[in-house]
């Protein structure tokens, strides 16, 4: 018995706590009930049954107030020791007072009440003149009726009525209540029904009164209750790949307090490993693009409105590449001369440059000192590029980075090598003197005038040994047939005078160049044109003079 009664208790306790609160505004309730009289003494107790009617307005889940209507009516008196009547018994309640609930709203919520108000009796029986004694002499209050064989005796009375008890009310749905007991305890003060001869029936005035009510309560108004909620977080919400996890939280709202809840969790990035409120995603080698974490909350002991479930979204970002500029100063240089080439850099996801390649269409690269900026993946370096050998033209330079997780960019910066200037122009020939011919017997004979005028000559080539002598020898219309080659045995006999003559001037034969010249304006002449190093000569007319064919004469005598 101990252990039914350990675990109705129980199961009591589990009722009282496992529900939602929904408190209806209002409530009317019909039952049955059963009215012991004068249950204190044994001997003058007797029943009733009959009906009760209440309505209560709740002002919250723990106060309300009722109004209520109730009637029994009994149907057997025990007169004296062993006369036993059959009356037509009536008694009215109408009370009013408060009530106070424990755990209103939930599936069983117990009660208290204290109300008063008032009690109406009426009571009625007839007796045999054979049992009545002569006279009959009834009490202040009682109606004698009689008739031909028995006497009709009736009462009625009112009196203040105070009742104070509780009950249990089930739940049955949100708009109806079952009410398996409600037990008070009903005093009364009403006068005992005498009657001269028979005794008193019920002396104890119905002072000691209990009354057992059973039945439904219909409920109105009041708001259902509150669904239980959900609310999810992930941090970050935004991120790159590699840069994670994500950190999942829920916050459950309007459960039952003692329950314990259950936590199933689910992403549309696949597994996560998820523990109570919290949940972790592994964003480790997630594509670009918006994932979805959901958590369900269950609470196992309620049967409605027992879960809740909620999302929250985070962005795995796309990767940038790194951004690379890159410049080279100056803009064109001469060969030989050096460029600078600075290269800067950074990532717009913070990633560290792992690589750095250069390359260039010429020249030598050589990459120097690379420093670091104050944001991650920012950097600045620094090369030189060496143009020794590079040809004339534009000189293409690449730099490409790569960061630690595989992306790059790249940069293209070019510059100009210059072609080298031409040398400096040296001046072609100079006429620096000139020897007229004008023996008649000897045309192309060096006289000593054309002596003095060679010995100047060979002055300025031993003062200039890097110079050289050009030798024009000329000859007139007149002049062409007196002698065989007379232009050409001029310029031949002024540079043997030059080489080998009686002035031993021993200058290099490689150094004096003997040429004659078609043109016939000038006359019988020989002039020296002195010519320098690098430079050339210009004048078109003449011919160089082949020595070895020149006739053994060579004073160039006319012919004869």
């Not at 101990?2 to 306790?13: G, S």
């Not at 916050?251 to 003692?258: I, R």
């Amino acid at each position: 018995m101990k252990k039914h009664l350990l675990t109705f208790a129980c199961l009591f306790l589990f009722a009282i706590h496992g529900a939602a609160q929904d408190i209806p505004k209002a409530e009317i309730y019909g039952g049955y009930t059963f009215l012991r009289f004068n249950a204190s003494s044994p001997t003058n107790a007797f029943t009733a049954n009959g009906g009760v009617a209440s309505f209560q307005y709740n002002f919250n889940q723990h106060i309300g107030i009722v109004g209520e209507f109730g009637g029994e009516h009994n149907g057997s008196l025990t007169i004296g020791s062993s006369q036993t009547l059959h009356p037509d018994q009536t008694a009215f309640t109408y009370l009013f007072g408060p009530r106070v609930f424990i755990n209103k709203g939930g599936v069983v919520s117990p009660f208290f009440e204290f109300m008063v108000g008032g009690f109406h009796n009426s009571r009625s029986f007839s007796l045999p003149d054979s049992l009545l004694p002569h006279p009959v002499n009834p009490i202040s209050g009682v109606t004698e009726t009689p008739s031909t064989t028995t006497t009709k005796f009736s009462s009625t009375q009112n009196a203040a009525a105070l009742l104070l008890g509780g009950g249990v009310d089930i739940r049955l749905g949100r708009k109806v209540a079952f009410r398996p007991i409600e037990l008070d305890y009903v005093p009364t003060n009403f006068s005992p029904f005498n009657i001269a001869g028979l005794g008193s029936i019920n002396n104890a005035k119905w002072q000691q009164n209990l009354r057992y009510s059973t039945g439904l309560a219909f409920r109105f108004g009041g708001a259902p209750p509150i669904p239980p909620r959900a609310s999810c977080t992930a941090t970050p919400t935004e991120l790159l790949a590699w840069t994670g996890p994500v950190n999942a939280t829920v916050e459950p709202a309007d459960f039952h307090p003692k329950h314990d809840l259950t936590y199933n969790w689910s992403s549309t990035s696949g597994p996560l490993g998820g523990q109570g409120t919290s949940a972790t995603i592994d964003t480790t080698g997630l594509a670009p693009g918006n994932y979805t974490i959901t958590a369900n909350v269950v609470d196992s002991k309620a049967k409605q409105n027992n879960s809740a479930s909620c999302s929250a979204s985070f962005k795995v970002k796309q990767p940038q590449n790194p951004q690379v500029g890159c410049s080279i100063s100056p803009a064109s240089v001469k060969p030989g001369e050096p460029l600078m080439v600075t290269v800067q850099g950074s990532s717009p996801d913070g990633s560290r440059i792992e690589k750095r390649n250069f390359s260039t269409s010429a020249g030598a690269l050589k990459e120097g000192e690379t420093s670091v900026g104050s944001q991650p993946g920012e950097f600045t370096t620094v090369a030189t590029l060496d143009t020794t050998n590079a040809p004339p033209g534009t000189i293409t330079v690449n730099v490409g980075v790569t960061d630690v997780h595989g992306f790059s960019g790249s940069c293209v910066a070019t510059a100009s090598v210059n072609a080298p200037p031409p040398p400096p122009e040296v001046a072609s020939e100079t006429l620096i003197s000139e020897c007229d011919f004008n023996n008649s017997k000897k045309l192309a004979r060096i006289d000593n005038q054309c002596k003095a005028i060679l010995d100047e000559a060979a002055l300025r080539m031993q003062h200039e040994p890097s110079g050289k002598l050009v030798i024009v020898g000329y000859a007139s219309d007149m002049e062409e047939g007196l002698a065989n080659d007379v232009e050409a045995l001029r310029a031949a006999n002024a540079k043997a005078y030059l080489t080998g003559g009686e002035a031993k001037q021993q200058i290099d034969g490689n150094r004096v160049e003997a040429r004659k010249s078609s043109a016939r304006d000038i006359s019988n002449k020989a002039r020296f044109y002195f010519v320098p190093e690098g430079g050339n000569f210009t004048l078109n007319d003449t011919t160089i003079v082949d020595e070895a064919s020149l006739p053994a004469d060579r004073t160039g005598a006319p012919k004869k």
